[in-house]
């Protein structure tokens, strides 16, 4: 169903590969979690399996195609077979529940009796029957989730990529996502999960690939989420705080010095006024204040996100997120099948 032969990535101006001679195999019907710590892969492989990027090296098959023989055009059909769910859940946040879901079946060109049917079918799997009318800012972080998995998967696709699916979310409101993720898998779609999350993988004891910088080191058949995995990104916690302490004692030296500066100073201001008085010569005047202290300078303003309205491009562009207009299409502002 998916299968890596010697792949390997490179991203320009990366001169580590972000993937380096992967090989693996993922069978019909499986579910897979890609854990590794943060840059060891898991984007990357999620991406080159959606042909959102292309491998350096290798060949990479998804659903019997050699990904390298499918043309731009064909690029958006093949990936109707695939549903993408993203950490952040990317809906539309001025189309209703029932619209962000239906959005991706127009895009392909499905005819309104079936999208009036499919819609709250799926709605209904992921338990949001009852808010198909709600616009997303009136959900929970665990609803706008749910909504972006009943889009991923209205068309039913063969394979569903997840890339961290819970990280915005609580573990109890994770583990009602994995349910829903756990009976898509049980209808019979593959899932591939690219997580942080231990527990969740830990819990479900389902294949585990782990990543270590772009390598696999281990592809186990019911895993854990292991302690390497944990291991790279608690080193640099480490290495951190041993650079807060050096930053707090490099802080305290300097306000020491600058303490010491400022008291000579007062200290020549005071003598030189006494010495003044005593030579009967007149006072320093108020436009010659006391030295003070050094001021540290302000900070830059920070600049402030721009927002952007909700247009034509919006669509457009989540469109390509989910995998369903070819990104090469310039100037070409319809959503719909590439005939
Ligand atoms: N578009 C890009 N251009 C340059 N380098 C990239 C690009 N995308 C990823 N990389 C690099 O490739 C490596 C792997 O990144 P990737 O996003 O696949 O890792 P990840 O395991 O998914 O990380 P995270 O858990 O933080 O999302 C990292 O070193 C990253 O900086």
């Not at 890609?34 to 098959?61: D, H, M, N, W, Y």
């Not at 819990?203 to 772009?214: S, T």
């Amino acid at each position: 169903m998916i299968r890596f032969e010697n792949v390997t990535k490179n991203y320009p101006g990366n001169p580590r590969p972000a993937l380096d001679d992967i090989n693996l195999e993922v069978q019909r019907g499986e579910f897979v979690f890609l854990v590794g710590a943060s840059g060891s892969g898991k984007s990357s492989c999620l991406q080159l399996i959606l042909k959102e990027e292309r491998p350096s090296e290798g060949t990479i098959f998804v659903l019997g195609n050699n990904l390298g023989s499918i043309s731009h055009r064909k690029v958006p059909f093949f990936r109707r077979d695939l549903g993408v769910v993203f950490q952040d859940f990317r809906l539309l946040p001025n189309k209703t529940v029932f619209q962000n879901v239906a959005f991706s079946l127009q895009v392909i060109g499905k005819s309104r009796g079936f999208i009036q049917e499919a819609v709250p079918d799926v709605l209904e799997m992921v338990g949001l029957g009852n808010k198909s009318d709600r616009l997303p800012n009136e959900l929970s972080g665990g609803e706008q989730q749910r909504v972006a998995i009943a889009r991923a998967v209205v068309n039913k696709p063969q394979i569903l990529l997840a890339d961290e699916p819970t990280g915005n979310l609580d573990p109890a409101t994770s583990a009602g996502i994995m349910k829903i993720l756990e009976r898509i898998n049980a209808g019979g779609t593959t899932v591939v999960m690219a997580t942080h999350e231990a527990g969740i993988v830990d819990k479900m004891q389902r294949r585990v690939i782990e990543l270590v910088d772009g390598s696999i080191v281990r592809d186990e058949v019911r895993g854990g989420y292991g302690q390497t995995a944990a291991i790279p990104e608690l080193t640099p916690e480490i290495l951190l705080g041993a650079q807060i302490d050096q930053a707090r004692r490099d802080l305290a030296e300097a306000t020491r010095q600058a303490e010491d500066e400022a008291n000579r100073a007062r200290e020549a201001h005071e003598r030189a006024t006494k010495d003044a008085e005593l030579a009967g010569r007149p006072r320093f005047g108020a436009e010659d204040p006391a030295p003070s202290a050094p001021v540290a300078p302000a900070r830059p303003e920070l600049s402030r996100t721009e927002s952007t309205d909700v247009d034509v491009e919006e669509h457009l562009s989540l469109a390509q997120d989910l995998g369903l207009r070819d990104d090469e299409s310039d100037g070409d502002t319809t959503v719909g099948p590439v005939k």
